[in-house]
């Protein structure tokens, strides 16, 4: 078993317009670096010892990363495992565009459908089965002290359908609270 202390990265230069990333790789904004290291001050008093940082592969995750890890006196390594869902051709794009180019699609994917290849990337179903191997390779690895995990708000979906956490939000979980069934997957209320 593990305890993970999950953080979703702070706003990147696309949250800061409305606009759909996956796996594009846009950076921290201005307003998120400060909201890291907000996060940073806090987590320095309030967490105690922790022993890994790991982080998505992508700049948003790994600045956000960089900087707690400077208050939690922790190197971050990069998990490419950790990425956000691969939206294929909805990326750069905001939700009014994906619903118009894409209306069934959209529909299906605020629905919750578990299939759907969001933008022809990756499906619900198959980011839960990469993050669930993810979770289990962390427990392998690490045993002990709580883990820092910062990843991206459609990987912790994947753990948590449903779950509303804004940029820079914390999420404790515990992995052997983690089924490996398959959940009944959410509508979207917002990306």
Known sequence: MARLLCIRHAQSTWNE???WQG???PPLSEAG????LALAERLGTEVGRCEALVTSDLVRARETAVILGRALTLTPEPWPQLREVDIGSWSGRAS???EALWPEDYHRFRAGDPELRLGGGESRRALRA????AVRELEQRFDGEPIVVVTHL???RALAPGLELGNAGTLWLDSAALVEDEPSWRPEESR
Do not use: H, S, T, V
Not at 130 to 133: D, G, K
């Open 154 to 156: 459609g990987w912790l």
């Open 96 to 98: 009014a565009e994906i």
């Open 17 to 19: 317009l409305g606009r």
């Open 33 to 36: 670096r400060a909201a890291a």
């Open 130 to 133: 990469r993050a669930l191997a």
């Open 23 to 25: 796996q594009a790789d």
